[in-house]
């Protein structure tokens, strides 16, 4: 359990999964994310859910394939607080005691702003996957055609950061 500031992060347990489910539906439009070309079910993924007064105001979700702990979810649900730093210093932690060597993720080409975030943070890219969510649109028919900014959803860009 992780205690940053006024927000308190745990371990998803049994109990929290059919919330994730929710949640995870709520902010992707469905209860899978398709990514690299597969579909995971965040909620039975492990995780770390980030609360203020006992309210969740975040979640990270991640699958661990030594040396790599790679980051399927991850959402603060109020920008500019502290809370995606929180939830990623608990991955990182949780990626050191498993010995991982790097934390990874994968985002959309639109998604400039969790660019920034993230290497500000010390990730770093690493790949570009053109065309990877139109593919993905296949299996999904759901994802948008465009996103932040009016931006054309079509990339995956994977970042990468060392523990």
């Known amino acids: 359990m992780l205690v940053r500031r006024d927000v308190l992060t745990r371990p ?21 994310v398709v990514v690299h070309g597969g579909a995971y079910y965040p909620a039975r993924l492990p995780g770390y859910i980030a609360e203020r007064e006992g309210r969740i105001v975040g979640l990270v979700t991640f699958e661990i394939r030594p040396p790599v702990l790679e980051i399927v979810t ?14 990623l210093d608990a991955v990182c932690a949780e990626a050191q005691r498993r010995d ?29 996957r053109s065309g990877a969510v139109d593919r993905s649109r296949r299996v999904k028919p759901s994802i948008p055609r465009s ?14 950061c060392p523990v």
Do not use: K, M
């Not at 998803?12 to 899978?32: F, K, M, N, Q, S």
């Not at 991850?74 to 929180?86: E, K, M, P, S």
């Open 147 to 160: 996103g932040d900014y009016g931006i054309p959803l079509r990339d995956e860009i994977d970042l990468t």
């Open 74 to 87: 991850i959402n603060a649900l109020q920008r500019h607080v502290g809370t995606g730093t929180t939830l």
């Open 12 to 32: 998803v347990t049994d109990g929290d999964r059919p919330t994730v489910e929710w949640l995870i539906t709520r902010l992707w439009g469905a209860p899978e």
């Open 100 to 128: 991982c060597l790097e934390v990874r993720l994968t985002t959309t080409n639109d998604n400039v702003d969790a660019l920034r975030f993230y290497q500000r943070r010390g990730f770093r890219l690493i790949a570009l």
